[in-house]
């Protein structure tokens, strides 16, 4: 850390563009009381701020500033000493760290001095500081960064170093290491609240001989004199309380945006400037009663929608309801449980494929764990006994025991499955009510101008009054909340009937579904231990527990299968165990070399179109399990429902179900066999392009390339064992006959979406007819303002609610 400041600082700065002189710090804004730390026209409060602004120079990232104008925090020049050193002891670090491997460490740090786009654009090119800065990634609601390290180069220590030297020092609480993180809301905005408050009440108290008429008051020249105070009472609301909308309308203006607090802000503006040229004239008593009271009913609007989201709580409902499971083992008993009943202590057996649900110690002799969930890295890694396996982990090769350190930390997984490494064809997603409201902001200005021009002409005082009264009755939050709070509390309501969704933006695709792609095994078939049986060569008590040791380390349905009916009670290890995507398993077990798979795979030729598993022992072919698929209840309803909708059904194995299925899904349904992963993928391309919106339902094993593919990936699971971050929902395999109805249900929402759209666009309407003719004060309107905005969050809960009452009541199922 401290060479890359010293050469930042030592060398030679790179020729800067001039714009120009200004006695405020160029980096944070602050007056600067020494005019002599500059650099060339750029002045600076402080050596710190000047460091700040040459270590982002030298780096070329200056871009910083073009998107806000001082966007940086004030910092105190000097070392950050011994201040971090604390975080030189390893243990302190691992609890705070994430993950970690040979190479690469990941951590999450709250960071409360993010506030605007500049502060995410810096943080995220914070690799452009240090080589050692991997990756970063900035949850701007939450206030964290999720900065990813390469330990052999820089020091968790230094990270937090480089972070405070910019002035984005974390919130690191050592009290609370084993606690869950509470943050507490901004103070800033408290103080706003308040002062704003405190103003408006004394502001109306002095204004009571002007609203009494009181003809003495102004005789003695009180009127004049309360009119001074009020004026200085409305300074730090005009000054400092209202910036909570002069910096989001600034933004958005750099943004090349109109947002709603611009007409806000013109309408604060307005009555400041308005009201001080009335005193200093002595031509009125001004607005500044309305001014102070508009400022203070906004912001208790705005504090009041975020108690009322946070009460919501969608996103604690929705990682409530968080479907992975895992294999408990105590002694040689092995029960399948959800994470929210796991603690730290359990042993869990993780097979092939299977995610490590948290931080966790290998009990096994070795283990592949592939961290790609977690860095976007997929070379595995191998762990020996003892070592430290961390959450989010992929187990690659033969199932393994391992022992929590940690609880499960649902809300931890959900932010992985959130991760931008997954989210690609998720970038086109655009919000409903993002596209409808573009030109809102516009017509709002121009009836308000065109309005106070008209009232002008009749009385100046009520041309003020109207023109400021348009601009914040007419309110877009209402529209802005429509799609978040109907989708998200049709999120919460999916994940009550076993359909866990990623986002909102996945109900909508949903709705809009033209396409639905089935896998067959273990999609619309389930596992079961009756439906298979050996054909070939007996099988010995030996073989049959040297199979079962290699298929209880696959999630494979099939594998499953064999599973139970080859059950025994030695479990003898494994060695290099492989699972061939679209061909088998193999692996060594008491010396002797078994594959199960394909039986193109393993005989070198298909026989016959029927369905299972063959087996090789030291490379003779002794037989086959047969599968009889037992297919899901409720299957043949469930598909005579979605006809509507195109259907197609995809499969690695061979043709021998398709006269029964043919019997399901009709003659002209595309099926397609012996499908590899890569030809799946390629089907949904091909289906793709043809405009379709396209949903597969998979397995989220050998499916996950044409789930990500898809324009809605739904991994079904039988146990909720396996988790694909690829797909884009999973879907309890006892709710999947419920499919039309989560289709109806999302088409549904999304018209209830519309619907708070209409209602709020009428309430816009009828407000602004009042605005116009003068009847409504800026108070008022600002007392409505929030009004339409909880009225949005009502009928978005309210219209889902009645959508979830019609759709999931018994016997109605038409999409």
Known sequence: MGNIFAQNINNPMPKTVSVGTDLSCYHCGDPCADLSIRIEDKTFCCEGCKMVYEILNTNELCAYYDLEKHPGLQIKAGKTGDKFAY????????????????????????????????????????????????????????????ITFDHNQTSFRKVVELLATIGYEPAINLEQLDKPAKKSGSKSFTYKLGIAGFAFGNIMLMSFPEYLGLSHATEIGLTSWFGYLNLLLALPVFFYSSTEFFRSAWWGLRQGSLNIDVPVSIGIITLFFRSAYE?????????????????????????????????????????????????????????????????????????????????????????????SFVTGESNPVTRKKGDHLYAGGRLVGAAVEVALLKDVSQSYLTQLWNNNVFEDKKKGVKGITDRFGKYFTIVVLLTAFASGIYWYTIDFSLAIQVFTAVLIVACPCALALAGPITLGNALRILGRKHLYLKHT????????????????????????GDDIHWEGKALTTEEKGWIYALVRNSLHPVSMKIAKITESLSNQEVGDYQEIKGKGIQGEVAGHELKIGSESWIAGQMTEARSGASVSIDGLYRGTFLVSNQYREGIDEMITRLEPIPLSVLSGDNQGE???????????????????PEDKMHYIAQVQSNAEKVMMVGDGLNDAGALAKSDI?????????????????????????????????????????????????????????????????????????????????????????????????KNHFNI
């Open 87 to 146: 975080l030189d002891h390893e243990e302190i670090v691992g609890k705070l760290i994430d993950f970690q491997d040979d190479q690469f460490t990941r951590a999450t740090f709250f960071i409360p001095q993010i506030h605007c786009a500049s502060c995410i654009w810096l943080l995220e090119n914070l690799y452009k500081l240090h080589p050692g800065i991997n990756a970063v990634r900035v949850n701007f609601l939450r206030r964290e960064a999720y």
């Open 279 to 371: 005193i200093f004239t002595h031509t009125g008593a001004g607005f500044l009663d309305s001014l102070a009271g508009l400022v203070f009913f906004l912001l208790v609007g705005k504090w009041f929608q975020n108690r009322t989201y946070q009460s919501l709580s969608f996103e604690r409902d929705y990682t409530a309801y968080f479907p992975v499971a895992a294999t408990r083992k105590k002694g040689e008993t092995e029960s399948e449980v959800p994470l929210s009943e796991l603690t730290a202590g359990d042993n869990l057996l993780i097979r092939n494929e299977g995610l490590i649900p948290a931080d966790s110690v290998l009990m096994s002799s070795e283990a592949k764990i592939d961290y």
């Open 505 to 528: 933006a996945v109900v909508e695709n949903m709705a809009r579904t033209d396409h639905v792609v089935f896998d067959k095994t273990g999609t619309i078939t389930k596992s079961g």
């Open 658 to 676: 398709e006269p029964f299925l043919r019997t399901l899904f009709g003659t002209d349904t595309p099926m397609l066999w012996n499908q590899s």
């Open 713 to 809: 990936g739904l991994a079904v699971s039988e146990n909720i064992h396996h988790f694909s971050p690829a797909c884009d929902g999973i879907l309890d395999a006892k709710a999947l006959p419920m499919l039309p109805q989560f289709i109806r249900f999302s088409k549904l929402s999304l018209k209830m979406v519309w619907l708070g759209i209409g209602i709020s666009v009428l309430y816009n309407l009828i407000g602004l007819g009042i605005a116009i003719q003068g009847y409504l004060t800026p108070v008022i309107a600002a007392i409505l303002m929030p009004v339409s905005s909880i009225s949005a969050v009502i009928i978005g809960l309210v219209s889902t609610e009645m959508v979830r009452q019609k759709v999931f009541k």
